[in-house]
């Protein structure tokens, strides 16, 4: 018979508040990179597998020493790693979506009429897109997910020098993007 380890609910309480507190903004990052909601869900539900795997066995940044920013790093680190080896072998593997065309569980925003939403969601993922895998990395985990260069730095594995260079890269690209887009869009408008 297995022996439970006394703190266990509490322990399991405490990762349950972790995976409500960042599971919507780790789908939102993952989205951003991916351009994929399928995909996106299936990698947040894997770095949440490698959490609570490590939970399970107290490593860092899951163990009594641990904080709740240092697990949010983590977290994106991994979801990180994980876009990042998912878009190499994009080319190899097709995703398919068994949901309804058109369905999504996501609340819809009700500030703008419909078909303007539409529409700038389709050019802020095009210009998402049009950036290179680093720099839109950067710039969803600072002006999204609000992480500084320093975070960002050790979340994908650079120097804080080479984060912020990227980032300022990523802003400049995506506002010629976007405006290009916006350009050709109204141009197009009878």
């Known amino acids: 018979m297995r022996q439970t380890h006394p703190e266990a609910p509490a322990a399991t309480a405490a990762f349950a508040a972790l995976l409500q507190q960042t599971q919507r903004p780790l789908y939102a990052y993952l989205r951003g990179l991916m351009a994929d909601q399928e995909q996106a869900h299936d990698l947040v539900q894997d770095v949440f597998c490698d959490a609570w795997r490590a939970a399970r066995q107290s490593a860092p940044p899951f163990d009594a020493d641990s904080d709740a920013a240092g697990q949010r790093r983590w977290l994106f680190r991994v979801a990180h790693h994980?876009?990042?080896?998912?878009?190499?072998?994009?080319?190899?593997?097709?995703?398919?979506?068994?949901?309804?065309?058109?369905?999504?569980?996501?609340?819809?925003?009700?500030?703008?009429?419909?078909?303007?939403?539409?529409?700038?969601?389709?050019?802020?993922?095009?210009?998402?897109?049009?950036?290179?895998?680093?720099?839109?990395?950067?710039?969803?985990?600072?002006?999204?997910?609000?992480?500084?260069?320093?975070?960002?730095?050790?979340?994908i594995g650079v120097s804080q020098q080479t984060c912020k260079k990227r980032l300022a890269r990523a802003k400049q690209r995506l506002r010629a993007a976007y405006f290009a887009q916006n350009t050709g869009r109204e141009e197009s408008q009878p």
């Open 82 to 155: 994980k876009a990042v080896s998912a878009l190499r072998h994009r080319s190899v593997i097709r995703w398919e979506s068994l949901d309804i065309p058109g369905e999504s569980d996501e609340a819809p925003d009700h500030a703008a009429p419909f078909e303007d939403q539409i529409a700038e969601s389709q050019a802020i993922h095009a210009a998402l897109a049009s950036l290179a895998l680093e720099e839109a990395a950067c710039l969803l985990l600072n002006v999204v997910q609000g992480f500084t260069s320093a975070e960002i730095a050790q979340i």
